[in-house]
């Protein structure tokens, strides 16, 4: 019975061995949510291809920018291009590793088979507004890129006090097209790619004209990396031409 115990003991030691070294063994990604739906489909491409495991933490740009100047273990940042910079500035972004991946415009989604609203012009846009019954965007307090910018946008519009009362907020990191879905907003107004991530909505369109805002993507090994080799072959991947293919086809405009 003893040495029965033992052995059982022994096999418990070597499982937890294992995982922990499988763990140390993966690499950190942090990446902001509106690359989630091209990485989705990107990530088991490059693990099949290198053997090499990631471990993808999600999040707004601005949270995980925190977490990572805070000192969190992340491997690659993939983030905002302004992110990527102010972490590159403080020295939290290894010298020379940092890169451009793709841009995003802003867009409305509506429900699945419902009107899509005339936004063509800023007069036709303000209108379906001031008319929608409830939009949904991310909460410019939880540091969205979109979601600061469009509430600028209604300042700028001279509609943000009209639209206070029918705006509904995602929670922190979450998607604004899931209120739609759930019949909670009319409207959803995001990053285009956060949008097609989301089923059960359709795309009525980007901002118009220069109501629109372009938001370029990067990544960037950071600071105390522990496994440079990889990290950079990811990197590396995430910039090829298949890589762009996927990019593209989630909404964004690859950088070319």
Sequence with gaps: MIGLIGRIAALTMFVVAQIALAEAAALNVYSTIATRGALEELVPQFQKQTGQTLAITWGTAAMLTKRIAAGEPADVAILTRANIDSLKKDGKIEPDTDITLARSSIAVAIKSGAPKPDISTPEKLKETLLKAKSIAYSDPASGGASGVYFAALLERMGIADQMKAKTKFPPAGGNSADLVVSGEAE??????????????????????????????????????????????????????????????????????
């Design 187 to 256: 409207l959803a107004i995001q990053q285009k790619p956060e949008l097609m991530d989301a089923a059960g909505v359709d795309i009525a369109g980007l901002l118009p004209g220069d109501l629109n805002e372009v938001t370029a993507f990067g990544a960037g090994i950071t600071a105390g990396c522990k496994d440079v080799d990889a990290a950079t072959a990811l990197l590396k991947f995430l910039q090829s031409p298949e890589a762009a293919k996927v990019f593209k086809a989630s909404g964004f405009e690859p950088d070319q």
